[in-house]
């Protein structure tokens, strides 16, 4: 069975700073996809950042990047720069190389001015 | 490139009722997810379909059906509502290429569904 841990509800970062959100994550399968995503109050899931399990370096995209730990299961989210835009809800999760995303309860994430 | 769009946004329905939800696909995406997400949670996997047909199902009852039609859009039914149903509703699309590939899905703005 595939599990998702956010243990920050809530986290705090003022603007312009850099924020790091914590996922840990247990699967038995040996190739998984790890992702992040955004969600504004709006409600829509948008999509910041992938990392196969395979994948040698650190995945990067713009001001995100994930710092992938394979053997402590852990895929954490850091945010360079802050803006205030980047204030919403962030869900950690996986696919195990199949149909679904499993995910994280979410940490919402404030930024402030 | 036509993201992924859904309809209605907004619904409210009377419990043993049924619904219909609505998903167009991104265009050049082949897979369409559904997922549940309750307030306060991370969204839960419903099913998802591929060439017309279920691809997976999550841990949910016969009562939540789907279907893919052609174009690759996607529909969701809920039948003898509960309260328990009311949530956002999303949709996301996909490029499947096969069972051990990891994928990005792109989601919809959701449906949110209010059970009374």
């Known amino acids: 069975a595939q599990k998702i841990t956010q243990t920050q509800p809530g986290m705090f970062v003022q603007e312009k700073e850099a924020v790091t959100l914590d996922c840990t994550y247990d699967?038995?399968?040996?190739?998984?996809?790890l992702f992040w995503y955004k969600q504004p109050s709006s409600g829509e899931m948008i999509f910041l950042i992938y990392?196969?399990?395979?994948?040698?370096q650190n995945a990067t995209e713009g001001r995100y990047s994930l710092n992938f730990q394979k053997a402590r299961k852990s895929a954490n989210l850091v945010i360079s720069a802050s803006q205030l835009g980047d204030s919403a809800m962030y869900f950690c999760?996986?696919?195990?190389?199949?149909?679904?995303?499993?995910f994280g309860t979410g940490t919402r994430l404030t930024v402030i001015p | 490139e036509t993201g992924v769009t859904q309809s209605p946004t907004h619904l409210i329905k009377t419990r043993g009722q049924q619904v219909t939800l609505r998903c167009s696909s991104q265009?050049?995406?082949?897979?369409v997810s559904w997922y549940q997400q309750a307030l306060g949670q991370g969204p839960q996997f419903i099913f998802q379909?591929?060439?017309?047909?279920?691809?997976g199902r999550g841990n949910f009852p016969p009562r939540f059906s789907g279907l893919q039609f052609p174009n690759y859009s996607s529909e969701l039914n809920v039948n003898a509502l509960e309260l328990d149903d009311s949530a956002l509703y999303l949709c996301?699309?996909?490029?499947?290429?096969?069972?051990?590939?990891?994928?990005?899905?792109?989601f919809g703005p959701g449906t949110r569904l209010t059970v009374t």
């Open positions: 379909y591929y060439r017309e047909e279920e691809n």
């Open positions: 699967t038995s399968d040996p190739s998984y996809g």
């Open positions: 265009s050049g995406h082949n897979t």
């Open positions: 999760a996986m696919t195990p190389g199949a149909n679904n995303l499993f």
């Open positions: 996301a699309s996909s490029f499947y290429r096969g069972p051990r590939f990891s994928y990005e899905q792109y």
């Open positions: 990392q196969g399990s395979y994948d040698q």
